[in-house]
């Protein structure tokens, strides 16, 4: 974080930075330039790359357990295409930023229900292969919306913007939409370390995890919603950013072993890293920002490959 502070075209030490830090929580707010770009600009960026990567990185390990499978990620039931579709959707029809992220978050929720309800109309609201099933069925459905739009929206401006978001940006990120964002993934958290020890049971499998106590049914529910808010609100600030809640789990594993209360944590903090230091190449490597969907595509691909081609035992 210290390094995504200082770097930019307006450089700041680390000395410079815990200068500013600290007389800014001792009160004292000197009005000159470096703080300015510090408070205005980095600190709002680099907070919010931490909690999205964060979010997303947890809420992969979480759905991975959940699901006993290691190619399932924070899209899996639909979620990053729902949040993307509410906010084309609310660019598409002109409105301002607070609405649009408003749509990404109720969208992206608004899709698990559908996932959830279709499965259980047919009778397997219960079974974990039927809801990754309608998931990838719904998701391609609000898919399909988002190209609609696209080819309707206005080509010399809101098809651009479209096309800017749902690559993934922190670019126009303020303190207004980190407290908008926050509450509800630390909401989504809270309930994921609460249960972490119950949470491992999952990967047991069903018979095991009810033998030892475990309402499956009722905890994996739990766990898909609280995940759940945690990637919509993390798509609606920042858009579609793939790979953290795939590649990050799998690395943090290698680190902790498959213990759900030792890995949640330690995918946490490799997610919210990982993402800061992206977003600093991003905005520093070229003289025109990187989308950051772009760059963890280029990152994580290899490196998820090298995971599986070192890999000699089962992800468990």
């Known amino acids: 974080m210290i390094l995504g502070l200082g770097a930019g075209p307006f450089d700041l030490g680390p000395a410079r930075i815990l200068g500013l830090l600290a007389g800014r929580l001792a009160g004292e707010a000197p009005p000159d330039a470096a703080a300015t770009v510090l408070f205005s600009i980095r600190l709002p960026r680099v907070l919010g790359a931490a909690l999205v990567g964060a979010a997303l990185a947890a809420a992969g390990a979480a759905y991975q357990v959940t699901f006993r499978n290691p190619l399932v990620s924070p899209d899996i039931l639909g979620v990053s295409s729902g949040a993307g579709l509410g906010a084309v959707l609310g660019i598409f029809l002109g409105l301002p930023v607070a609405a649009i992220l408003g749509m990404s978050f109720g969208a992206g929720l608004a899709t698990v229900g559908l996932v ?95 033998a030892l106590g475990v309402d499956t049914a009722r905890l994996r529910l739990v766990v898909v ?92």
């Open 116 to 210: 959830v309800a279709v499965a259980s109309g047919l009778g397997r609201g219960q079974d974990i292969l039927a809801l990754a099933l309608c998931g990838i069925a719904v998701g391609a459905l609000a898919g399909a919306g988002i190209s609609l739009i696209k080819v309707l929206a206005d080509p010399e401006d809101q098809l651009p913007a479209i096309t800017f978001w749902l690559l993934g940006s922190l670019a126009g990120l303020q303190g207004g939409d980190l407290r908008l964002a926050a509450p509800a993934i630390l909401l989504g958290l809270v309930p994921l370390v609460a249960l972490r020890w119950r949470i491992g049971l999952l990967a047991l499998g069903e018979d095991e995890a009810r």
């Open 225 to 316: 919603l609280s995940a759940t808010l945690m990637s919509a609100s993390a798509v609606a600030v920042a858009g579609v950013v793939g790979w953290i809640g795939l590649m990050v789990p799998h690395v943090a594993r290698l680190l902790t072993g498959p213990g759900f209360a030792r890995l949640l944590p330690v995918a946490a903090l490799l997610g919210a890293a990982f993402l800061v230091l992206v977003d600093t190449v991003a905005r520093s490597v070229a003289a025109t920002e990187v989308p950051l969907g772009l760059l963890t595509a280029v990152i994580g691909a290899p490196v998820f490959l090298g995971l599986l081609a070192r890999s000699d035992r089962g992800w468990s």
